[in-house]
């Protein structure tokens, strides 16, 4: 399920809402004791019951003054005064805190975030790209457009700002930070890539990501050669230079034109006749074993296997037919979306 279309996260409360919050807390406080105060006073001044009390002090700090309970003497009277200036002064502080709440945002922003956090707490099988400059932008169409559920985690207010203007569900926070990662569900995410601003930086998330999840698959942009073993030594599975990849692209481009469109046709989210993805072999599936002629997929679901990746990561290119198909293999195969959908359901 994608989260993405739609979803605000706002950043996390500054301190003019925790101002607002112990504003609320404090006339909350204030109002209490002017009850609790005029009640006593009433009981012990006139000597009447509790609820009397307590009905005379309600009415008495409302203003609403409907009629005294029962004839008060001078000292009483003198009580009521008191009670009329400092009750009366406190509810009005009270409605004062509750209507700049409610008028500058702050109701509002607390139940955005209750709402978001809920989302956050849903999120399931999701990636967590870290940075939302050029490349994360780019990172976050292609996931929205592969219909895969993911959350921007950006420490710059004016470019989470942007993600959010993107309809993106986005937090802003540094991506290093531990709390920060599991408060967005990095227990339960499908992968991390990091694409911040510095190639300090992306250490520092590669490494915190992997120390919390050994297992996670982690992307990392890098700037400099020099980055990139640091990089991999602090747990990223695949280190991509944006820089070098494009200038492959463009030769490749310039040297095999009609290859290159087929891998973009072939791999691109823009294009719904034609797919290209990896399917994973469960050890249960009934293919294990088999051979990938004896297997029949291109028969039964109408896809083509073009590598088969083996568990120690080596990658078999066209493979032969007798090639045996094992259980925890990744098929890299090509066909179109609904077929591939019946094999990944398949197996």
């Known amino acids: 399920m994608s989260l993405t279309a739609g979803a605000l996260m706002p950043a996390p409360p500054v301190r003019t809402g925790w101002v607002w919050t112990r504003g609320l807390r ?16 009433y009981m012990l001044i006139e000597g009447w019951g509790p609820w009397d009390a307590f009905y005379m002090t309600v009415i008495t ?27 009366v002064g406190t509810a009005f502080y009270a409605a004062t805190q509750l209507a700049a709440v409610v008028v500058e945002g ?24 870290c940075g939302y400059g050029r490349i994360g932008t780019i990172v976050a169409q292609e996931l929205h457009q592969q219909r895969i559920s993911f959350v921007v985690v950006e420490r710059d207010a004016e470019r989470m700002h942007g993600a959010i203007n993107d309809g ?28 911040v601003g510095t190639d300090a930086e992306n250490v520092y998330t ?23 073993p640091k990089l991999r030594r602090a747990g990223a599975d695949r280190v991509i230079s944006p820089y070098r ?3 492959a692209h463009m030769a490749q481009t310039a040297l ?10 072939a791999t691109g989210s823009g294009h719904l006749d034609l ?32 590598a088969i990746r083996r568990t120690d990561g080596t990658m078999e290119f066209n493979p032969a037919p007798d090639s045996l198909i094992r259980a925890g293999d990744e098929l890299v195969v090509l066909g179109r979306p609904a077929s591939v959908k019946s094999l990944e359901e398949t197996i």
């Open 61 to 87: 700090v409302a203003t609403v003054g409907y009629r005294e309970v029962h004839t008060l003497t001078f000292a009483g009277e003198a009580f009521t005064v008191v009670l009329i200036f400092g009750g």
């Open 106 to 129: 702050g109701l509002h922003r607390r139940f955005e975030q209750r709402r978001v956090t809920h989302m956050l707490d849903e999120l399931k099988d999701h990636f967590i790209l």
């Open 26 to 41: 404090f006339a909350f406080v204030l109002v209490l004791v002017a009850l609790v105060g005029g009640t006593a006073g």
């Open 275 to 306: 797919s290209m993805e990896q399917v994973h072999v469960r050890g249960t599936s009934g293919l294990v074993g088999k051979s990938v002629v004896d297997a029949g997929i291109r028969q039964r679901f109408g896809v083509i296997v073009v």
């Open 206 to 228: 590669v490494l915190t990501a992997r120390v919390m999840r050994p297992d996670l698959f982690i992307i990392a942009r890098v700037e400099s050669d020099d980055a990139e």
């Open 256 to 265: 095999r034109p009609a290859v290159v469109d087929f891998v973009q046709l």
């Open 168 to 195: 993106w569900v986005a937090v802003h926070a540094d991506a290093s930070d531990e709390e920060v990662l599991k408060r967005i569900g990095i227990l339960r995410a499908r992968g991390l890539i990091a694409a």
């Open 245 to 247: 990849i494009g200038a």
